[in-house]
């Protein structure tokens, strides 16, 4: 049994959607890099002063980052675009 290979495929389609995606996953980071730092710097006064005070605070980076790109994973489609396409003005 064999697949059927469609005869034409859209190639601006792809790209366009595959370009959504990739921008889509680039706002992701920047958007969930941008908490962290904000979320950093509200934790930073918190850790005391010392020998441990840049490790713990790289570690919460480490942690923070990659489990709130994750937990926003949904937003890295190619409708996370369309946000900035939308009528803010009204």
Known sequence: MTASI???????AVVSVM????????LLMF?????T???????????PAG????MLSGLF???AWPTLTWSLR?????HLIELFQLPWWL
Do not use: E, M, Y
């Open 6 to 12: 469609p005869a034409q495929i859209n190639k601006p």
């Open 19 to 26: 370009f959504k995606r990739c921008f889509g996953w680039a």
């Open 31 to 35: 958007f969930t890099g941008l908490a």
């Open 37 to 47: 730092a904000w979320l950093r710097g509200l934790l930073d006064p918190l850790i």
């Open 51 to 54: 020998d441990w005070h840049a």
């Open 61 to 63: 980076v480490v942690v």
């Open 74 to 78: 949904a937003l890295a489609s190619p």
